[in-house]
């Protein structure tokens, strides 16, 4: 079967963040999937597969990463879209049947996608005992973004602390589901980017992800009030770097970026 790595909220190749991409007929065995991931050994791999047409969704869709599958993954979410647009299986708006209800992809004449995400509700909580050491840095404030995300939000005071951060990823995995959001105001918007933020998932798997587009959907919200706009842009500052571009829609929140494939080959197992 064909398999594809796809750098996602990219516009050049050894960016953005890398998901392996399988079209399916079905879904196998979840050993099989989890092997896959594995072997792929990016943050996630999506597996999809199209279901019959007349129904609240055009494809079932999945993700894994090398260690466990998650109920939410925006850039191996553009990067499926990106295959099924780029190789002319789909035109059009992508409706995608996940774990997370429908998500819709909908591609724009400029190559990007747009990702239609339900919004991270956030829960203002207190900044856990330990967290600073464990990050390298003291938080100005913590929230949970609820069990669809499963991070803890920490707003750091610059936005070079977010940049210097070396945390201790082993100690991270105490203090969140799946992982810790770093974020912070960008020094200089006309940069190009409104804030900043760094995503450490060592529970499932990742210590550093390249870009994450789920985090966004609790970016989204907690940046469109404190700066008073509904659409903004993220910079995720990994060493792979990359933009997410948000729009909030109260309950839902619209991430736009861009896809490029670096490897199209076959599986032979």
Not at 62 to 72: L, N, S, Y
Not at 155 to 181: F, M, N, S, W
Not at 201 to 206: E, L, M
């Amino acid at each position: 079967m064909r398999i594809r790595i796809v750098d996602a909220f990219a516009d050049r190749p050894f960016t953005g963040n890398p998901a392996g991409v399988l079209l399916l007929d079905n879904f196998p065995e979840d050993e099989w999937l989890q092997k896959v991931a594995l072997e792929v050994n990016h943050a996630e791999t999506a597996f999809a597969h199209r279901l019959p047409e007349g129904g609240e969704a055009d494809w079932a869709l999945r993700w894994f990463t090398p260690a466990a599958e998650v109920a939410m993954c925006g850039h191996a979410t553009l990067a499926t879209a990106h295959v099924l647009h780029t190789t002319g299986v789909q035109e059009g708006p992508v409706r995608f049947a996940t774990r997370s209800g429908v998500l819709v992809a909908t591609p724009a004449e400029d190559g990007s996608v747009t990702l239609d995400f339900p919004t991270a509700p956030l829960t203002p909580v207190e900044v856990p005992d330990g967290v600073a050491e464990a990050l390298g840095a003291e938080p100005r404030a913590a929230f949970d973004t609820g069990p669809n995300v499963g991070d803890l939000v920490l707003e750091l005071a610059e936005e070079k602390t977010v940049r210097q951060l070396t945390p201790d990823h082993k100690a991270l995995g105490a203090y969140c589901e799946r992982g810790i959001i770093a974020t912070a105001r960008a020094e200089d918007p006309a940069r190009g980017y409104d804030f900043v933020s760094r995503c450490f998932f060592p529970n499932v798997g990742i210590d550093e992800d390249p870009v994450t587009g789920s985090a966004h959907t609790a970016l989204a919200p907690y940046w469109s009030e404190r700066l008073g706009r509904p659409d903004l842009t993220g910079l995720q500052a990994s060493p792979r770097s990359g933009l997410v571009r948000t729009g909030l829609r109260g309950d839902r929140t619209l991430l736009t970026g861009r896809a490029v494939t670096v490897i199209d080959g076959d599986l032979l197992v």
